[in-house]
């Protein structure tokens, strides 16, 4: 086991070579550099094959547009009998303009890894290659997901049956709250439901000098913005975590116009279905009866996104026996708030058991740093620990796996 400074650094080297880890981190530093969006990752996923080819020797199969799967054998003797574990990488990036100024920064302009899905894919790469080395009990299915920021890459993966005969799923997400070296491997929810909400609000127009000839949905659209408000506080059970944010507010022209018509669009987050349920209910019913009262209508669309990612009992054991083995159970962590951002790998959890894990991506006294921003940057550090740690992770699935079946 490697054992952590006081700082929370690692100690002591990662179980990855020199020579695997240079490669690791040449990969991370091309794709950073290169970055796509969701769907159109073309030359992400070249560079990812490519990788997958020469670091772990293993031949990859095209899925879900610009995605990747590739399959490694288990030692189990009945391993073809047994299900499989999955290793989850995402690879889009942002459309925002990189201020990290690192020499291999997005030649891309308007878009960066500012997500560290850079990271995550040369994760699963190096990931595979550990596996190939020392496999596990049974076969390990490597994901490379496209599409993750638009909450639509896991969905396609699964349609495309990149999720066909597997058990068990594991993924992890880069964070500069935690040090390198640092893992949390929570039970129960760890990510938030994304659904999306757009409320057209429609009334009559009329001249601003005249506005009792109206039915002004820029005052019903007031009302609303405020009302919103008051569905956490007084519709969702307290101990159940949730938010409802407005994003956008749409009315109007010209400031001598009263309009016909005003538009609101917003989010709601939620780490249970039943505040999920509340919460979207809620508001179909409050957007309709408060525009009302001002005599307008309220036309109310609700777009389901992912769900929330909710870690299961018997697959963080897995996981925290694994990061134990790999660098100690000092590394392991509490995530220590509730994470109200949301993660397409719920599609995946929705079918089968699994963990995700945040993966301690800051330099020992490097700043705290907001994904999703310019400057947002992982440390090369995190790269060899978080491949290390999700292939234990899959050793230990496997493991499990098959001492449950020879019970």
């Not at 917003?266 to 509340?278: E, L």
Request: proline letters at 7%; aromatic letters at 4%.
């Amino acid at each position: 086991m490697m054992p952590l400074a006081s700082d929370g650094l690692l100690a002591a080297p990662m179980p990855v070579d020199a020579s695997l880890e240079t490669s690791l981190l040449a990969l991370r530093r091309a794709i950073h550099a290169e970055p796509e969006l969701a769907f159109s990752e073309v030359a992400t996923q070249q560079k990812l094959e490519k990788a997958l080819a020469t670091i772990a020797a293993l031949p990859a199969r095209r899925v879900a547009g610009t995605g990747l799967v590739a399959r490694i054998p288990g030692t189990h003797p009945d391993r073809a009998t047994l299900p499989a574990v999955a290793v989850r990488g995402d690879i889009d990036a942002l459309p925002i303009t990189e201020a990290t100024g690192v020499p291999w920064a997005s030649t891309t302009p308007g878009v960066m890894h500012a997500c560290g899905h850079d990271v995550h894919a040369t994760w699963a790469v190096g990931a595979a290659a550990l596996l190939r080395r020392a496999p596990a009990a049974c076969d390990v299915i490597i994901l490379l997901q496209p599409a993750e920021e638009i909450g639509q890459g896991a969905v396609a993966m699964i349609a495309d049956g990149a999720l066909d005969g597997v058990a068990v799923i594991y993924g992890g997400h880069v964070d500069r709250r935690f040090t390198i070296g640092q893992v949390v491997a929570d039970v129960g929810p760890l990510a938030a439901s994304t659904d999306e909400f757009v409320i057209e609000v429609v009334g009559h127009g009329a001249h601003a000098a005249r506005p009792h000839e109206s039915a002004d949905p820029v005052v019903a659209q007031a009302a609303l913005v405020l009302a919103l408000q008051t569905l956490v506080s007084r519709r969702l059970n307290p101990s159940w975590p949730g938010v409802v944010t407005v994003g956008a507010v749409q009315a109007g022209e010209a400031p001598n116009v009263i309009p016909e018509r005003a538009l609101l669009r917003g989010t709601i987050r939620t780490t249970t279905p039943d505040a999920r349920r509340v919460l979207t209910t809620a508001l179909g019913e409050v957007a309709v009866d408060v525009v009302r009262g001002y005599g307008c209508e309220a036309r109310v669309t609700l777009t389901a996104g992912s769900p929330p990612v909710i870690n299961t009992a018997r697959e963080v054991a897995w996981a925290r026996a694994a990061v134990a083995r790999v660098l100690g159970e000092q590394a392991l962590v509490p995530l220590g708030i509730v994470n109200m951002a949301g993660e397409d790998f719920a599609h995946y959890l929705e079918r089968v058991p699994g963990a995700f894990l945040r993966i301690g991506a800051r330099e020992g006294n490097g700043p705290v740093m907001a994904a999703h921003s310019p400057r947002f940057l992982a440390d090369d550090g995190c790269v060899a620990v978080g491949a290390a740690v999700l292939a234990a992770c899959a050793r230990e699935a496997a493991a499990g796996l098959a001492a449950e079946r020879a019970a």
